[in-house]
Nanobody, 123 residues
Framework: QVQLVESGGGLVQAGGSLRLSCAAS????????MGWFRQAPGKEREFVAA????????YYADSVKGRFTISRDNAKNTVYLQMNSLRPEDTAVYYC????????????????WGQGTQVTVSS
């Protein structure tokens, strides 16, 4: 079982940066692929980025490629999302999720979710 707690959200101006963290409990963290998703009001939850259990493979949505970076520190049971050049359309609640398999872009590939952290980008 893995419990996930996100932090680092907040209000930032367009063009600014934020780093989200997701702290995981449990000794099996390193066996999970991890992902970040986001959900804006009135919209479906969408994939943002994913990282393999080793950190050797990463995947990004086209909308964030080149601006966001996902990383993990298995010694600290933490996954990060560095967000640069933020845009108003990045405003959403951001969720981290854990997948017992390779992870991916679909929400049903993940079976553990955090409670979310709000990111608001002002124009």
């Amino acid at each position: 079982q893995v419990q996930l707690v996100e932090s680092g959200g907040g209000l930032v101006q367009a063009g600014g940066s934020l780093r989200l963290s997701c702290a995981a409990s449990g000794r099996t963290f390193r066996s999970y692929a991890m992902g970040w998703f986001r959900q804006a009001p009135g919209k479906e939850r969408e994939f943002v980025a994913a990282i393999s259990w080793s950190g050797g493979s990463t995947y990004y949505a086209d909308s964030v490629k080149g601006r966001f970076t996902i990383s993990r520190d298995n010694a600290k049971n933490t996954v990060y999302l560095q967000m640069n050049s933020l845009r108003p359309e990045d405003t959403a609640v951001y969720y981290c999720a854990a997948s017992p398999r390779k992870g991916g872009t679909r929400t049903d590939e993940y079976n553990h979710w955090g409670q979310g952290t709000q990111v608001t980008v002002s124009s």
